[in-house]
Nanobody, 119 residues
Framework: QVQLVESGGGLVQPGGSLRLSCAAS????????MGWYRQAPGKQRELVAT???????NYADSVKGRFAISRDNAKNTVYLQMNSLKPEDTAVYYC?????????????WGQGTEVTVSS
């Protein structure tokens, strides 16, 4: 059974930092591209950051220079370090695991962790 379990969300003041974690089980973690997405109230889910199996990263323009995605294959965990947080970063953050195989795409999502940036 595949599980992606996010943690680390919470309430933080503007300018503060949080570190999100996503622990994966039931997949060959090192073969998967991993990503963080977010969905704010009343808005569509959007990409925040991704990291390929080889370690190449990609960021949404809105978080470049403030957020950093990383992965620890030994721990089957992907992280999102979020600095200089803004109220507009408030959202539910979701972890994603994605891999293209010969028979199609394997795509898995976590349940989400809520981040609220407010004074």
């Amino acid at each position: 059974q595949v599980q992606l379990v996010e943690s680390g969300g919470g309430l933080v003041q503007p300018g503060g930092s949080l570190r999100l974690s996503c622990a994966a089980s039931g997949i060959g973690f090192s073969f998967y591209a991993m990503g963080w997405y977010r969905q704010a109230p009343g808005k569509q889910r959007e990409l925040v950051a991704t990291i390929t199996a080889g370690g190449t990263t990609n960021y949404a323009d809105s978080v470049k220079g403030r957020f950093a995605i990383s992965r620890d294959n030994a721990k089957n965990t992907v992280y999102l370090q979020m600095n200089s947080l803004k109220p507009e970063d408030t959202a539910v953050y979701y972890c994603n695991a994605n891999r293209v195989v010969s028979t199609g795409t394997r795509d898995y999502w976590g349940q989400g962790t809520e981040v609220t940036v407010s004074s």
